[in-house]
């Protein structure tokens, strides 16, 4: 059964790990890593983003999908079906009627004032449905789904009036992470994790945790972080794979073909959700 991300992430934050957000781009990574967090009983978040929504077919075929793996496949741990980096009302309002169980509203590219006013707007809309919410203050770095943008940091006051004005679950405030890969060293504001972390006393989200080291990813945790995404680090897994198993093998069979980067894939899956501390959680 799909759930949404409440009971999931407070339980984290109060354990003291974090729950992998891993992004889907069709069937068989979805498969592959239901499969892998099902093995190592562990929760995780299936993450979508607008660009996967349409690639995949639209939010109604991404819903019946995962939910008949999840029956297909027997899986147990908790599951949550998740917008990520909603633009928009109505695109969180789609995502909502067709049955996914959480949503980010990403608005942070507006002024404080209308990412309120918007982000509110979700938050009333999700509430009457057990949908959960995730939103962004501040400005991720890097590119996703074509976009790019500067690292904005996210400021204290400003998260403590964000989130007591939105009434929202869960808050992404942008400390330094990016989208894709880094260019050098990743610099995140852990002190400020933390402040926000202890005033707001909601779950906090890291994006852009491809490319972050292990000890800063442990540093976050401790600092307040309950939900770390990635995609980037999956991608790279999933095609060196099969760049390199295709020099040697000339299978045209597409099940054949995606299959090689499945053990990679996995075995990406199973680092990060050991890394995070997610194992045997459910
Ligand atoms: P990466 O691609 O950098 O892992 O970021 C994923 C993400 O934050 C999705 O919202």
Redesign the pocket.
Known sequence: MLVNMCEMLNKAKNEKYAVPQF?INNLEWTRFILEKCEELNSPVIL?VSEGAMKYMGGFKTIKDMVNDLVDYLNISVSVALHL??GSSFEVCKNAIDAGFTSVMIDASKYSLDKNIEITKQVVEYAKSKNVSVEAEIGRVGGS?DGNNNGIVYAHVTESVEFSKATGIDFLAPALGSV??LYKGEPKLNFKRMEEISKITNLPLVL?????IYDEQIKKAISSGICKI?????LQIAWSNALREKLKTNSSYDPRKVIKMGEEALKECVRIKCELLGSVNHC
């Open positions: 992004n993450g990520d980096h996703e989208h894709g994006h852009g945790g491809s490319g995404n990635f995609n980037t680090e």
